[in-house]
């Protein structure tokens, strides 16, 4: 699979952007374990051009994560324009364009999906940032905005006659959020159309080995990008390629990995923005990392109320002594 002039063997997985979860010490924990491809958090391109400091923060990244996405977002083609140069000055492997995020502050602002009510506007866009910076356009982006309105196979066409060098598709329309099934046939018609020849990345209900292997199957896609499933839970970069390549399932990360990479993990995050944003951050991580646990509740709400370094690793302690043989 190429991006540009990135070469990727084999069946790729991607992480997703998501914010306040795809940050450096996130990312790198995930391409250790199996992600090929990790993506930045959003970014405001509004942000980025007034130099506000934690969107300029979001543009960090080190080597040993490449290759890396920078994905940006916003409705306004000068402000797109300005953005992705800034993007671009960090010398990442690819720049991506966000017109899928179907959360409401971002929507609202006319950013993300809500451009997929405005398709001139969108195809516009992309076409100014392509024009505008020598690194690799990509865009991830939804079926539609609901039901009925899912042109996703025509735009996919007009995408790529504006230039970019991949697109990621979820499986869902805005109105579905997060919620209901993926549906991959539109994922698979796009990836299948006889004029389309740019990579095609399926999102959206990969959860494991056998659903990136159904999705695979049903849609023949190029890579496959994994968001939520991935939250607490690296290691489903590791299985599923596992299950790929071999059609058996890899038994769980056993106590004394999972306490690792949580300890891993929080010590990262502490370093690069803070105790008090990190721990509270952490908080969306932690019973993924310890999934299945028995008469775990007590630990959960512990870890979930503590806003002390200290006391965080007091209990992971305490895990230990209680989980580990």
């Excluded at 374990?33 to 391109?45: P, Q, R, Y």
Aim: glycine share 10%.
């Amino acid at each position: 699979m190429k991006i540009g002039s990135l070469e990727i063997i084999g069946l790729p997985l991607f992480l997703a952007p998501m914010e306040d979860v795809t940050d450096p010490p996130f990312r790198k924990i995930c391409r250790e374990l199996g992600a090929d491809v990790v993506v930045t958090e959003f970014i405001s391109s509004e942000g980025l051009i007034r130099d506000v400091a934690g969107s300029l923060k979001k543009l960090e990244f080190s080597a040993d994560e490449r290759p890396v996405g920078i994905q940006i977002f916003g409705n306004n083609v000068e402000a797109m324009i300005n953005a992705a140069r800034v993007a671009a000055s960090a010398a990442p492997d690819f720049i991506d364009l966000n017109f899928g995020c179907p959360v409401r502050k971002i929507v609202n602002k006319g950013g993300g999906a809500a451009l997929l009510q405005d398709l001139p506007l969108l195809l516009q866009i992309t076409g100014a940032v392509v024009k505008s910076v020598e690194v690799p356009v990509t865009v991830k982006t939804r079926l539609g905005w609901d039901e009925r309105s899912k042109p996703i196979v025509d735009l996919a066409l007009k995408l790529q006659d504006a230039g970019i060098a991949a697109l990621t598709i979820h499986g869902r329309t805005r109105a579905q959020l997060y919620g209901g099934k993926a549906d991959w046939t539109l994922i698979g018609e796009v990836k299948n159309h006889p004029s389309i020849h740019i990579p095609i990345i399926g999102n959206g209900d990969v959860t494991d080995g056998p659903s990136a292997k159904a999705m695979l199957d049903q849609t023949g896609v190029d890579g496959i990008m994994i968001g939520r499933a991935s939250v607490g839970n690296p290691w489903i970069f590791r299985e599923v390629h596992h299950y790929l390549a071999t059609g058996n399932t890899l038994p769980s990360p056993g106590m004394d990995e999972r306490l690792r990479v949580c300890r891993q993990h929080l010590e990262t995050s502490v370093a690069w923005k803070g105790e008090i944003t990190a721990l509270l951050e952490m908080r969306r991580h932690y019973s993924h990392y310890f999934s299945g646990l028995p008469n775990f509740k007590p630990f959960r709400m512990r870890l979930m109320t503590t806003v002390s370094l200290g006391e965080v690793n007091g209990i992971l302690d305490d895990i230990a002594r209680q989980y580990c043989p």
